[in-house]
């Protein structure tokens, strides 16, 4: 799977709704996959099966 940038758009108990911030698509994970200090507004990078976080809104 190529790298991609998403934003957090909500977290909703166990699972959080990641955008595309190039195709706009939305994307519900578990919680569990994504870095524990991401909140609402954060971007992430997912590259190599592996979300970071790159930024804060």
Do not use: W
Request: glycine fraction near 8%; charge should be negative; include cysteine.
């Amino acid at each position: 799977m190529e790298p991609k940038n998403y934003i957090v758009v909500r977290l909703d108990g166990d699972y959080a709704c990641l955008k595309d911030l190039v195709s706009g698509e939305d994307l519900f994970i578990a919680r569990a996959l994504i870095p524990e200090e991401s909140d609402e507004g954060t971007f992430l990078h997912y590259e190599n099966l592996c979300y970071t976080v790159v930024g804060q809104n």
